[in-house]
């Protein structure tokens, strides 16, 4: 069982940055990879960035590619996620995943745990 919280959302105008953060608890936090997803107003929940479980890899949408930076740190328990240069439409809920046993990192099929979600609103 892995329990992950979010924080760190918040209101920011156009061109600002937010680091946000995903904390977990339960199982060993080392042993799993993660994963951060988007939900706008009206869309389907889209995935943002990956990492491994070690940290050495990342994954990134093209939409956020040289905006946005994923890191992890194991002693910590904690997956962030640093955006800069935001834009409008960045304006989402956004959720950390934790992917147990491997899988597509664009699906959320792959991720066996969620946290409840941070809104970030972007004001242009």
């Known amino acids: 069982q892995v329990r992950l919280v979010e924080s760190g959302g918040g209101l920011v105008q156009a061109g600002g940055s937010l680091r946000l953060s995903c904390t977990a608890s339960?199982?060993?936090?080392?042993?799993?990879?993660m994963a951060w997803f988007r939900q706008a107003p009206g869309k389907e929940r889209e995935f943002v960035a990956g990492?491994?479980?070690?940290?050495?890899?990342?994954v990134y949408a093209d939409s956020v590619k040289g905006r946005f930076t994923i890191s992890r740190d194991n002693a910590k328990n904690t997956v962030y996620l640093q955006m800069n240069s935001l834009k409008s439409e960045d304006t989402a809920v956004y959720s950390c995943?934790?992917?147990?046993?491997?899988?597509?990192?664009?699906?959320?099929?792959?991720?066996?745990?969620w946290g409840q979600g941070t809104q970030v609103t972007v004001s242009s």
């Open positions: 339960g199982r060993s936090f080392s042993t799993y990879a």
């Open positions: 995943a934790a992917d147990l046993d491997g899988g597509t990192w664009f699906s959320e099929r792959t991720y066996e745990y």
């Open positions: 990492i491994n479980r070690g940290g050495e890899r990342t």
